[in-house]
């Protein structure tokens, strides 16, 4: 074969591996901004619907004392149930120990509510061994902002829980405590609403 053969043979081999490779990156940059285009919070195609709402994680205060709390999520609404925050499910607990004594909860959601990074959950305690809790309504408001999330709950105010008298649903309070450095895993998931 001759030098100007091999050559030209050589030149149309570069160029269809080059043509094959723009195709491919086109069809890639097409399939990418397809899935751009889709709206947050909307599913593309072929994707299953995100839920409404959630908040997840689990993390520990910070208290200069010492104190031994923490907080964990596992809040969600559902796709189909967008409209109405109070068919929120799933559960939260909460601990506070300082030289050995305190008390500890678990409670079933019955509210979720987030904006952004900012999420309200409220729900029923239904376990505890702090006497007087159980049955009582609690509100906890946190605000996700990576590894300095804060959080807030509804007893600030109001007294322990076992004081709290008829609180209602998805009320909490300004998120004005702070996580302890390394430990915040809190996770918003925001509400979007059809206004």
């Known amino acids: 074969m001759n030098r100007r053969t091999r050559a030209a043979l050589l030149g149309s081999a570069l160029l269809l591996t080059v043509a094959a ?3 491919s990156a086109g069809a890639s940059a097409s399939d990418e901004s397809k899935r751009q285009a889709v709206p947050a919070g909307v599913s593309a195609p072929g994707e299953s619907e995100r839920e409404a709402a959630a908040l997840t994680g689990k993390a520990k205060l910070y208290r200069s004392a010492g104190d031994d709390i923490t907080f964990s999520f ?3 609404l559902a796709a189909k149930d967008k409209a109405d925050p109070m068919k929120a499910t799933g559960t939260f607990e909460f601990s506070h120990y ?3 004594e305190g008390a500890r909860a678990k409670a079933e959601v019955d509210c979720l509510l987030t904006g952004g990074k900012v999420a309200v959950v409220s729900g029923v305690i239904t376990d505890s061994d702090l006497p007087g809790a ?3 309504r609690v509100g906890i408001t946190v605000h996700d902002v990576g590894r300095h999330d804060r959080l807030g709950y509804s ?3 109001t007294g322990s829980p076992v004081e ?3 609180l ?3 009320v909490g309070s300004a998120p004005f405590e702070k996580v302890r450095k390394g430990t ?3 996770t918003v998931v925001p509400w979007r609403p059809e206004l």
């Open 21 to 23: 490779a723009a195709g």
């Open 74 to 76: 596992d809040a969600h």
């Open 98 to 100: 300082l030289n050995g």
């Open 134 to 136: 159980e049955g009582k």
């Open 155 to 157: 007893w600030a105010s």
């Open 164 to 166: 709290t008298k008829e």
């Open 168 to 170: 209602p649903k998805c």
């Open 184 to 186: 915040g895993d809190f």
